[in-house]
């Protein structure tokens, strides 16, 4: 049940519940929209070929990362401390995304074979660094938006003009484009959620009128939100280092099938950071009055609805997994083993990744410190597994499910490090875990067997069938034993809900 003491106040929970209800819409628009991609890309494109493009657009999106500087989360800070114009301190923050991405794009074009080891680009594949700018302004823009409590851009841009544009600019483009059709595709789909963010965000925020780039002003800013840009992109190299180490010891084909698989699983994962514009601004404003027991109970809140619904998706992705990475193609069926550790991660990282939304704030520098250690360890132990599986004769499907396994316990350990230090500082209990989670997990397991334990002419009824059931079992629990009244406000208008 819900804590009753260090409860969050009644006005945060309906703005956590309120941001809580357009995620989980941006979540499910985004699931329906994304399936259809992977679907496309594997069946159309084949494994090779979107192995090729995984390990292309993780270098792009690192780079948009690191040309943020860290303003996805330290904007909202920036803003409430903020004695100039709310509109002049957010457009010197896309001034400082707009240098900091053209740094990065020539940087990727002036070396191409970061994105693309085993060959050159070709074609439109070459421009792809260009559009850097455009991910980054996104990220920002929304941002800004974020702190005047419009979820709802965020929705729009990243849960539906984004996922649906790449899906079909993929199926159109197959045709006349089958080499970089994906790469066209994706950057057709970031100028189209670059559009989607700025509209709304110009209607907030207006032109920057009597505004003149400071740069003293931005330099500081940047330089001010190091920290958090070290974190943001030590957070997102923890969930892609894996599918960079694949792409230098692994055929393109291998890390097709691992990136469907990370793909996959990260829609889990999408939950908690969709839940970061919202509980960012919350927290800095409990903070701001030096609140830390509501900052202590935000986190818990927010630990527990995300961890809840991870687990409900962890088992409907790893019980039927082979059907389900089968959907995507026959090939794809053997990073069945890394698709469960990558999901069983994602529910063990919920505790560090909410816990982090607070220590960059109180402890931002402690907070890197360990997630850079951290990264060090899993990198590490995905060497040791793939060698040691190498050793050992196994073959190149089952290797390659070790730099998963090695980010699943990398990200258990992360998150009881994180859940302590977080807890010593606020001086109350951080963690959303319940052990009503674990009675829901093994309830469902238990209906999800009798479904995969069918003749294989059979296998269609996991998915159709089995999936519902699954997903039906485990909530049932989590609602009738888990679930206190804090926790049914995420289902209902509260009042003094905005």
Known sequence: MSDAKGATPPDDIATLAKGGRTNVLGFILRLLA???????????????????????????ELAALLATLGMKRGLAQALSEAERPHAHVA????????????????????????????EPPHGVARFLPGIVFAIAWSDVSLAALAYRRNLRATVTARAIIEPWTISIA?????????????????????????????????????????????????????????PLAGADAIEWATRNVDRFILGQLFAPSIVGVYYVAQQIASLPGRLKTSFDPILGPVITQSLAVGDRAAVASQVRQVGFWIMAAQGCLALMGCIPGEAVMGTVGPQFVSGTAALAFLLIAEVLAATASVSESALVYVARHRNLLISATMLGVQIGLSFVLIYAMRALDYPPDYQAAGPALALMLSLALTSLIKSHLLARLLGARVSGWRWQLAGAALVAIAVGTVFTSLPHRFEWAELVFGLPAIAASYLLVIWRFAFGPADRALFKRMPGAR
Do not use: C, K, Q
Not at 100 to 111: D, I, P, R, Y
Not at 201 to 221: D, N
């Open 34 to 60: 994304r399936v259809p991609f992977l679907f496309v890309a594997g069946r159309l494109y084949g494994a090779e070929t979107v192995g090729r493009f995984a390990l292309a657009v993780v270098v792009v």
């Open 91 to 118: 457009w010197d923050a896309l001034v400082v995304a707009l240098l900091a991405s053209v740094a990065a794009s020539a940087l990727l074009f002036a070396f191409p074979h970061i994105m693309y080891p085993s």
């Open 170 to 226: 993929a199926v159109v483009l197959w045709p006349i484009a089958r080499h970089d059709g994906l790469e066209l595709s994706y950057m057709l789909s970031m100028l189209a959620a670059v559009v989607a963010s700025m509209v709304p965000f110009v209607r907030s925020y207006g032109l920057p009128r009597g505004w003149t780039p400071r740069l003293a002003t931005i330099t500081a800013l940047a330089w001010r939100n190091v």
